[in-house]
């Protein structure tokens, strides 16, 4: 099993920067990949952005593309997503997510997943 704990939500205002991180436990985590996904309230759960096991491979929702950078530390077994220039319609809750497998494909199945923080983007 791996674990995944999401931190870094808050409530911030358009325009502003924020980064999450998430912290992994259990089984290597340097042989995931990893990802994030977003829950804007009353909607679906959406692709944001996906790492490979070794940074060098990512993939971004055109909608965030060029404002958030998704990035990996193995050594500190941790995943990051910092996010510029938040809009209004990120607010979310954000989930970090793994799996063996690196994928492009925004539906790819995912084995474990966070808890998820809460990001709040004001106008």
């Known amino acids: 099993q791996l674990q995944l704990i999401e931190s870094g939500g808050g409530l911030v205002q358009t325009g502003d920067s924020l980064r999450l991180s998430c912290a992994a436990s259990?089984?290597?985590?340097?042989?995931?990949?990893m990802a994030w996904f977003r829950q804007p309230p009353g909607k679906e759960r959406e692709f944001v952005a996906s790492i490979n096991w070794s940074g060098g491979m990512t993939n971004y929702a055109a909608s965030v593309r060029g404002r958030f950078t998704i990035s990996r530390d193995n050594i500190k077994e941790m995943g990051y997503l910092q996010m510029d220039s938040l809009k209004p319609e990120g607010t979310a809750v954000y989930y970090c997510?793994?799996?063996?497998?690196?994928?492009?494909?925004?539906?790819?199945?995912?084995?474990?997943w966070g808890r998820g923080t809460q990001v709040t983007v004001s106008s």
């Open positions: 259990g089984r290597a985590f340097d042989r995931h990949a």
């Open positions: 997510a793994a799996d063996l497998y690196y994928s492009e494909r925004e539906g790819h199945p995912y084995d474990y």
